[in-house]
């Protein structure tokens, strides 16, 4: 019988079919424990250092489980890598007969309903949009799977797609004419018959625990399940096990409603007139919350008189809605579909409301629902189709987060893991694993964030050597990082360090507005040091963008916020230099942090060490990782944040990065460059 180590040794299968590959130990041991987990049926935690092959290390006991498996990626991008690069090379090399299925949201792919419903409208802005519609329907006649990743000649950020695309709200289900041929539920079958079924983590909580059409029927005949990235899950369940109501949701909903009723209800008048009305209600709630980009808790909207009438007239203007919706309802599938929505999106709305009475600012908020409408309407809102509601927790926060473009209104549960830890059942494995699950080898944090108290945990180092491949360099001299001066003052620390760098360098920042202030002053000093390197910037481009620039560049400089702090991977001598500026705490006007904290210190538990520390640890750790992606790799990371040493708490921090060479000299990461240019330049004749 063919073992793990015979499949993993260097006279393995893996070996002669994938170029390059190499045994390590760290991946035989993770395969061992994941195969465990999977026969065992039981929860495993396992954090993997860069390098130590974990994709491989959990898909070659995946495959040969001989079950059906669910792996869920933290990213699209990621979800792409596995399912056309890794999951094929794997299966060709082992040579099993399993199937694979790509399953992304129903937003990736194009809606023949909705296609159809905005070409006939016709009603644009722009001239660009009507062509890219056309060009949506000609591929959409000719794709096999309608993923719009594939319809080249309309760019992924174009308004066109979302006129061409369902969301779980407008979606029609089985009462649509097209839903024999829809590209979403074809890719759900496909998902169904399939051995393998590649997801990202929002999709997986949204359709796939959620139970939503053709995609609930998942996780029932799903043996395994394996989060890869599962550093990102608390996040992304507490979005889940939350609500919310979003303007772009409302402002869509008034578009559908009145769409619908100038084509099935023509005759009556006042329903569009209702749309337009919750269109402006929407957009004066907007406006009231001024100009700036902001969040806040609800209680300090008290005494804001303004705001609080705009959200009354928004709320009355919904419900006017939902009532004529109801009226009409039964004319078409798409007013049926759009008094369901209109239902479910007041309900959320009052119980985001029933918060404001309440004066005990930072207090947590149990909602209780208001009546909806009727005692008959309510009684028909849950029909045949109608998507399952959202878990709500009992002890939640319920906050605002205003944009330049919209508003989104949130009820987050405090606490996720309890309500996690009840959704995983034993007939199945569950596999969690990342580069930065622990702290220092302490994997409590994140078992007790999410629910994974009887889990077993792993953890592997990174095979490279460190010592010799990386620098970790923290300047001397800088100002308190709450200081006015504390960015200009890193970006004077960086500079001889991009010279000496020649470029090739990541510029992190833990927020926007220090990251823009980085990129001016970069711009305005880089010059009269006569270094002429080309300067980019988060949001001047798509990530994807920015990166084949960053690549293909000589002495790129990539000036970035915390979208680029993870999932990033630069192999080989275009980066050189990672500056961190601050050590990565969230922000203190986060008023789910806030809550949280609340919570715990009302418990008599130390907040800062038990949750602040660790959640800045595990996302200084995935930034840090930029730096070192192989074993040829070399580079200096130097973190500006001065409390990295000055605080009792600093080394823990840096105790637990990977262990490489430490300096607060810069003479020494001087000489470092130099030897890196030493080792890497050819050796020429005498």
Known sequence: MTTLDDLFSDQGPLAQAIPGYRSRTQQVEMAQAVAKAIRDKTPLIAEAGTGTGKTYAYLVPALTSGGKVIISTGTKTLQDQLFHR???????????????????????????????QALADGRFARKEDIAHLHA???????????????????????????????????CLGSDCAHYQDCFVMKARREALEADVVVVNHHLFFADVWLKDEGAGELLPKCNTVIFDEAHQLPEVASLFFGETVASGALLELARDSRAEALAAAKDFVHLPAAALALDKAVRDLRLSFGMESWRAPQHQLLEKLEVLDAIDHLTESLNALAELLADQAERSEGLENCRRRAIEQLAVLRRWQTGLPLRNAGAPVVAEVPPLLSAEDEAAAPTADAKPARP??????????VSSHGFQLHITPLDIARLFSRQLHSERAWIFTSATLAVNGDFKHYAHEMGLWEADQAAWESPFDYKQQALLYVPQGLPDPNSRDYTAAVVEAALPLIRDAEGHAFLLFTSLRAMREAYDLLNARLPGMGLKYPLLLQGEGTRTELLDRFRSQPNAILVASQTFWEGIDVKGDQLRLVVIDKLPFAAPDDPVLAARIDKLKQAGRNAFFEYQLPRAVITLKQGAGRLIRDEHDQGVLMIADPRLIDKPYGKQVWKALPNMLRTREAAVATRFFQRMRARTQPETAD
Request: with cysteine; aromatic share 6%.
């Open 392 to 401: 709500v927790a009992v002890e939640s926060v319920h906050w605002l987060e």
């Open 86 to 116: 890794d999951l094929p090379k794997v299966r060709e090399a082992l040579k099993v007969p399993v199937t694979i299925a790509l399953l992304k949201g129903r937003a990736n792919y194009v809606c023949a309903y909705h296609l159809e």
């Open 136 to 170: 949506i329907q000609r591929f959409a006649a000719t794709s096999h799977n309608g993923d719009k990743s594939s319809c080249s000649n309309v760019p992924e950020t174009s308004p066109a797609w979302n006129h061409a695309v369902s969301t779980r709200d407008n």
